[in-house]
């Protein structure tokens, strides 16, 4: 690949996308000036904080499963901004992803390899939920912004740290920002074993004399990273509010707690796949060989059982929504099989991927450190315990970490590709416009 001919093109891409993305919700903004979507149930939160502020009581009172940060963010929007408390707040969720594609632009331009991090802004512009996640009250934005500022600044501050007059400030920063984002959306738990992990790998690397320096540096970011997530656990007594472990939040008395759930993270893991195989088809076909052969055997296989356990998988969202619109000629474990033996296939193909190019990614620290989330992402769901279900839109917690890993496999943006990413943002405004004209 020319690196000097894609990266322009990446950028042009994505800058295109985020320019349509925010023109939708401008304008949705601006004419719909009524709660849809999600929209009712997280007022409660939103009002909460924009009256009380943040303190034992309002914690106390909070509602729904997202932690109290991202409310907090909306809250700052009602009170720095006149007019309606909806659209102020909608405002401020706005600014939220403006700024997310701020961090991944001057992260890319200060980046030996640039077309990763455009790459992971592009994966998350184009994401189905995206623009509902940026025109709504929904969390998402606070949340990346956050999670994508602590890997960039902590991804900066690690090589560095050995050094004497090493920016501990930016570390600090870094992990303070990942245990904020924790706080945003319980999920990103995941961001701190993953970065201990990454230390951890670091340090091994360094020279006996320079370790205990580093190591001081990384447990200072670290312990900054944990006390956001402690503060919250003391006041909840619980990594979910009182609501949520009691049932008592939503209509459904659908609960979230800590306990054992040996399913969840295979739901968790099929559902990264799914949003894995927009990201790189038709790239899968380049498996050859014996692996092709094992790959096409074992997503027959993995399609049919998830064909037959089709309402475990089937979780509430757009890919639910699609195969049993789809499957109402066809039935719906026919379609669900096809579909689940390509989602896997192509899996396998990039799990091939990584690892003949596993020299190559371990020498981006970026990429490391995504494949280290995914995974923490996936394997946290075993400590989720309730019937809350794995809507499908948590992916996007998750997608700047898939584009991170997907543009260092494939940087090429081919047509095919393009075309794609287009759909999916043509699909992404199509969601958003048609819960306004449906409510």
Same mark, same amino acid.
């Given at each position: 690949?020319?690196?000097?001919?894609? =990266?322009?093109?990446?950028?042009?891409?994505?800058? =295109?996308?985020?320019?349509?993305?925010?023109?939708?919700?401008?304008?949705? !903004?601006?004419? =719909?000036?009524?709660?849809?979507?999600?929209?009712?149930?997280?007022?409660?939160?939103?009002?909460?904080?924009?009256?009380?502020?943040?303190?034992?009581?309002?914690?106390?009172?909070?509602?729904?499963?997202?932690?109290?940060?991202?409310?907090?963010?909306?809250?700052?929007? /009602?009170?720095?901004?006149?007019?309606?408390?909806?659209? #102020?707040?909608?405002?401020?969720?706005?600014?939220?992803?403006?700024?997310?594609?701020?961090?991944?632009?001057? *992260?890319?331009?200060?980046?030996?390899?640039?077309?990763?991090?455009?790459?992971?802004?592009?994966?998350?512009?184009?994401?189905? @939920?995206?623009?509902?996640?940026?025109?709504?009250?929904?969390?998402?934005?606070?949340?990346?912004?956050?999670?994508?500022?602590?890997?960039? *600044?902590?991804?900066?501050?690690?090589?560095?740290?050995?050094? +004497? +007059?090493?920016?501990?400030?930016?570390?600090?920063?870094?992990?303070?920002?990942?245990?904020?984002? +924790?706080?945003?959306?319980?999920?990103?738990?995941?961001?701190?074993?993953?970065?201990?992990?990454?230390?951890?790998?670091?340090?091994?690397?360094?020279?006996?004399?320079? &370790?205990?320096?580093?190591?001081?540096? $990384?447990?200072?970011?670290?312990?900054?990273?944990?006390?956001?997530?402690?503060?919250?656990?003391?006041?909840?007594?619980?990594?979910?509010?009182?609501?949520? $472990?009691?049932?008592?939040?939503? @209509?459904?008395?659908? +609960?979230?707690?800590?306990?054992? #759930?040996?399913?969840?993270?295979?739901?968790?893991?099929?559902?990264?796949?799914?949003?894995?195989?927009?990201?790189?088809?038709?790239?899968? %076909?380049?498996?050859?060989?014996?692996?092709?052969? /094992?790959?096409?055997?074992? *997503?027959?296989?993995?399609?049919?059982?998830?064909?037959?356990?089709?309402?475990?998988?089937?979780?509430?969202?757009?890919?639910?929504?699609?195969?049993?619109?789809?499957?109402?000629?066809?039935?719906?474990?026919?379609?669900?099989?096809?579909?689940?033996? !390509? %989602? !896997?296939?192509?899996?396998?193909? $990039?799990?091939?991927?990584?690892? #003949?190019? &596993?020299?190559?990614?371990?020498?981006?620290?970026?990429?490391?450190?995504?494949?280290? !989330?995914?995974?923490?992402?996936?394997?946290?769901?075993?400590?989720?315990?309730?019937?809350?279900?794995?809507?499908?839109?948590?992916?996007?917690?998750?997608?700047?970490?898939?584009?991170?890993?997907?543009?260092?496999?494939?940087? &090429?943006?081919?047509?095919?590709? %393009?075309?794609?990413?287009?759909?999916?943002?043509?699909?992404?405004?199509?969601?958003?416009?048609?819960?306004?004209?449906?409510?």
């Amino acid at each position: 690949m020319d690196k000097r001919g894609e =990266v322009p093109t990446l950028r042009k891409c994505a800058l =295109v996308v985020l320019a349509i993305n925010i023109l939708s919700a401008v304008l949705f !903004i601006a004419l =719909v000036d009524r709660p849809v979507y999600d929209d009712y149930l997280h007022t409660f939160d939103l009002q909460n904080y924009a009256t009380r502020g943040l303190s034992a009581a309002s914690l106390l009172q909070h509602k729904n499963a997202p932690g109290p940060t991202a409310y907090l963010w909306m809250a700052t929007g /009602v009170h720095l901004l006149p007019g309606s408390e909806l659209r #102020n707040a909608r405002i401020a969720i706005l600014a939220s992803w403006i700024l997310l594609a701020a961090a991944f632009l001057v *992260a890319a331009r200060s980046s030996a390899f640039p077309e990763i991090w455009y790459g992971a802004l592009l994966a998350v512009l184009v994401f189905p @939920h995206s623009v509902q996640a940026a025109a709504t009250l929904l969390t998402e934005g606070p949340a990346l912004l956050f999670a994508a500022c602590g890997v960039i *600044a902590w991804i900066r501050f690690l090589p560095s740290a050995a050094k +004497t +007059t090493g920016p501990l400030a930016l570390g600090i920063l870094g992990g303070v920002s990942m245990g904020v984002a +924790t706080t945003c959306r319980q999920y990103y738990l995941a961001l701190l074993p993953a970065a201990a992990l990454f230390a951890g790998y670091h340090l091994l690397k360094l020279p006996a004399e320079q &370790r205990l320096r580093s190591s001081l540096k $990384v447990s200072f970011s670290l312990f900054a990273a944990c006390v956001p997530v402690a503060l919250l656990l003391l006041a909840w007594k619980n990594i979910a509010s009182p609501e949520m $472990v009691t049932g008592t939040a939503y @209509h459904h008395t659908a +609960t979230a707690l800590v306990g054992l #759930n040996l399913s969840r993270p295979i739901v968790a893991g099929f559902y990264v796949a799914i949003y894995l195989l927009p990201f790189t088809f038709p790239d899968m %076909v380049r498996l050859t060989g014996w692996r092709f052969r /094992v790959a096409a055997v074992s *997503a027959v296989l993995v399609g049919a059982a998830v064909s037959y356990f089709n309402s475990f998988f089937l979780q509430p969202g757009p890919f639910s929504s699609s195969i049993q619109m789809v499957s109402r000629a066809r039935g719906t474990r026919l379609i669900l099989f096809l579909f689940a033996s !390509i %989602v !896997i296939f192509n899996a396998l193909a $990039v799990l091939s991927f990584i690892w #003949n190019r &596993r020299v190559l990614l371990g020498s981006r620290p970026p990429v490391c450190f995504a494949l280290l !989330i995914l995974v923490f992402f996936v394997a946290e769901q075993v400590g989720v315990g309730g019937n809350h279900p794995f809507y499908d839109r948590y992916v996007l917690q998750v997608a700047p970490f898939l584009g991170l890993i997907v543009f260092s496999l494939l940087p &090429r943006l081919t047509l095919a590709r %393009v075309a794609v990413f287009l759909s999916l943002c043509c699909f992404s405004n199509y969601m958003l416009w048609r819960f306004a004209a449906a409510q």
